[in-house]
């Protein structure tokens, strides 16, 4: 049997009074990794935001279960410590806020006060940054400040191993990233899969063919129009959206 | 909700208990020359001072109320205030000789631990005077001297003589007027040439007593080439009625110099909080303001420093919070009178929950001093719409070949970074709390590392009840 992770319903969101997402379904189990993609603008990240909790979209009907709660009354914070993980597309700067304390302080917040000694934690987290090739350096730095758009993925992917989610939704994880970098990450977030169902929102067949999806869903105008196995992405690599515009 | 959560912050204020008034010599409230006088002759001090005293006094009724600064300033009732309480016959060096009741004060601040662990010296000082003095005997045997400014005033007449009132004037302004009149207890600190004080020496200010008035004196006189690192620290219960804290402190920064003048201010929101602050630095020398103030009703402080000799160098950092009911008016004044001098300022502040900061500011460059760099930064954050903050800098530059740059920004919390780290399952409090701690970390990076964790609680408890 397999497990259901997220369950999304006729799924229809607004933001500012602009309905975005007009009416998705998808279902993610445990263990199996989704991909998703889609124009600029078709709703990608909004899906991912909505997930997560971001109050500035509104859900206008529809219904969205996480490891089968409905997620409705679940704040924000509740849904990171229930396993939920977001690598978001621009990560933002917190000014002051060192990447170490801020790491202490989230694997605190997630994983439980006691779940880890100091001395567990930094055996830990010496062993993710090595993974990702980080230097023991970005400890001391404030939170993305100062990150180039690759160091800001990677601290995502730290985070993402740190906190072990159980659904990861990972927005463009891959964009902007060198070739090696790329590798790296992908490294890092299969480590995960296995335990975790995976939303990855990508624009590029490259990422897909060092993280095996099971699914790939094109995404347009707010809604899946189409699902089907990884060699749909070579397919849209290949010759754009327009031949699906039809669908929609 | 905010009202209320308000004033939850207000009551969790984690210093507000008292102790029963016990006083061995308690004045009548309201100030007169006769209360000047007998606080002196109280103290057996020689006749210049009395003299000083009354000229203040003087001085002090003829000034008016300062124009700048706050409204709330009129509400201050000079005669409800008590001018001097005295709770203990002797500054003891023992803790165990300390009365019991101030010293379970004390235990609970942490001063005994914190002057075990890491400080070269302490002075605890409980309404008007010292009640617990030391000093680390390697200290001592170096020639360094700490002493309440009591005991400096007998001790070593010819300095205090020397040094009192020349750095800030008694007619400076009505408070300086004020605390010169009625000053008592303080301290008074001198680094011998040569001599580096690793360890920072603190003074802890605690007032007790409804309607006090504390106006403690100090005193740091770094000689050539010392260093010295200064901290203090303060509170206060949380009463109904007003308290009154107006303190003067003088440094003298003789030639290749350090002085580091810490402060991290937490009255209880019923203390008027109007000090004056300054420094004069030599040739070579520098002088560094690292000014916290966190608590009060309203606070009047702009730390100022007088960079006197070729090279010397000025650093003031300061962070204000301003929660309800309160007004932080602070800033920093550098006055460039000599060549190759150089300044730096950063000034944070946060206000919440219609609280008022206010950024004050003055910089002079005298036609004399050439080739002086200056570099000033203001930077507000503002946690809601009720609350507010100002910035209003003074620059004074009387020689072309100045170097200065200011920078001012006013910024608010965005909904992307507290989604952000609500994200990594910190609640909307904490990640609060994050940001405020990440704003204020270019001066807590400042403070001694036990000051700095301390702060960075304090600042995470006002977070809390600041979601409205
Ligand atoms: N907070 C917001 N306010 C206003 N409009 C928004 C907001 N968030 C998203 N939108 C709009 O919703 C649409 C979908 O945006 P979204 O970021 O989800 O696209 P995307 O599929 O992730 O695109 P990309 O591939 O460029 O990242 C866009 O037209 C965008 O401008
Ligand atoms: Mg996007």
Known sequence: ?248 | MAEENAQNAIVDYQFGFHDPETATIRFDSGLSEKVVRDISELKGEPEWMTEIRIKAFHRFEQMPMPKWGSDILEQIDFDSIIYFLRSSEKTEKNWDDVPKDIRNTFERLGIPEAEQKWLGGVTAQYESEAVYHSIREDLEAQGVIFLDMDSGLKQYPEIVKKYFCSVVPYSDNKFAALNTAVWSGGSFLYIPKGVHVEMPVQAYFRINAKNMGQFERTLIIADEGAKINYVEGCTAPTYSTDSLHSAVVELIALEGSTIRYSTIQNWSANVYNLVTKRGVAHANSTIEWVDGNIGSKLTMKYPAILLRGEGAHAEVISVAYAGKGQHQDTGAKVHHLAPNTTSNILSKSISKHGGRSSYRGLLQVTPKADQCRSKIVCDALILDPESRSDTYPTMEIGNSTADIEHEASVSKVSGDQLFYLMSRGHTETEAMGLIVNGFFEPFTRELPMEYAVELNRLLELEMEGSIG
């Open chain 1, 1 to 248: 049997m397999s497990e259901e992770v997220l369950c999304i319903e006729n799924l229809h969101v607004s933001v500012d009074g602009i309905e975005i997402i007009k009416g998705l379904n998808l279902v993610i189990n445990k263990g199996e990794v989704h991909a998703i993609m889609g124009r600029n603008g078709a709703g990608k990240s909004t899906l991912a935001n909505v997930i997560m909790g971001h109050p500035a979209y509104e859900i206008t009907s529809g219904t969205i279960h996480y490891l089968g709660r409905a997620l409705e009354e679940f704040e924000v914070f509740e849904r990171a410590r229930a396993g939920m993980f977001l690598s978001f597309q621009y990560p933002v700067v917190i000014p002051g806020v060192q990447v170490g304390t801020f790491l202490r302080k989230s694997v605190k917040a997630v994983r439980g006060d006691d779940s880890l000694s100091p001395r567990q934690f930094r055996a830990e987290l010496r062993e993710k940054m090595s993974l990702l090739e980080m230097d023991r350096s970005f400890l001391g730095r404030y939170v993305n400040d100062g990150f180039s758009g690759g160091e800001k993925k990677r601290l995502e992917i730290l985070q993402m191993l740190l906190l072990q989610p159980k659904l990861a939704l990972l927005d463009e994880t891959d964009s902007g990233l060198d070739i090696d970098a790329l590798r790296v990450i992908a490294d890092g977030i299969n480590s995960v899969t296995t335990d975790a169902g995976c939303l990855v929102i990508t624009h590029y067949q490259r990422l897909l063919n060092h993280v095996q999806p099971d699914f790939v869903h094109v995404m347009i105008d707010g809604k899946i129009v189409k699902t089907g196995g990884s060699e749909l992405a070579g397919k849209l690599e290949e010759k754009g959206y327009e031949w699906l515009e039809t669908a929609a």
